[in-house]
């Protein structure tokens, strides 16, 4: 550890900045001592492993705002709703959202890769608490529902799938956390 934390100053040292601490100076009961930020390294024993991790995190950084904006839209039109009175004036506006959506978010959405695309149906189950089918069940209808998780079917996802922190999901919302925190 001492090597490590030595190699880390004598870089910093030689190139004037560091890539694995950041220093700075704390109080303690008084003293003043020296304060070390390590940033989380990674370890792997393959590298098809470290490949996938980072194959991983560019996902992540891709979907993750897409994600965040649909639960913000989301919410955002359930407010819009509410306040609507008729059950026409209401159908009119989802598909006034929709068509904003579609002419905002096509370009991207065609770029996905299929994996990416996955990762967005999880991600959206995190941010609403509510699945992808379930969302378009409430605000398209069943049939729409049912032909969007045919289709989705068909390229290897699951609108059904819920997101799962603890279990299968944790390497997503580790690289979610560290992305919030500004740490990649």
């Known amino acids: 550890m001492l090597l490590v934390l030595g190699l880390c100053c004598f870089a910093d040292n030689v190139s004037g ?5 950041q220093y700075g100076k ?9 304060h070390f930020e390590l940033k989380p390294v990674m370890v792997f024993a393959r590298p098809i492993d470290m490949r996938r991790y980072n194959r991983l995190v560019r996902n992540v950084k891709k979907v993750y705002p897409i994600a ?11 407010d819009e709703l509410a306040a609507i009175p008729d059950k026409r004036s209401r159908e009119r506006h989802i598909k006034s959202v929709e068509k904003e959506l579609i002419k905002r978010y096509t370009p991207i959405l065609k770029r996905m890769t299929i994996s990416q695309g996955h990762i967005l149906i999880k991600l959206i189950d995190r941010q609403t608490g509510s699945t992808s089918y379930a969302l378009l069940k409430e605000f398209r209808g069943g049939l729409s529902a049912r032909f ?20 299968e999901d944790r390497m997503i919302e580790m690289v979610i956390r560290l992305y919030e925190s500004g740490r990649i």
Not at 26 to 34: D, F, L, M, P
Not at 68 to 78: H, P
């Open 17 to 21: 900045q560091s890539v694995i601490a």
């Open 26 to 34: 704390k109080q303690y009961k008084g003293e003043t001592i020296q």
């Open 68 to 78: 965040r904006y649909a639960n913000e839209r989301m919410l955002q039109l359930e």
């Open 148 to 167: 969007w998780q045919t289709v989705a079917r068909i390229f290897g996802s699951n609108l059904k799938e819920q997101y799962d922190a603890e279990g």
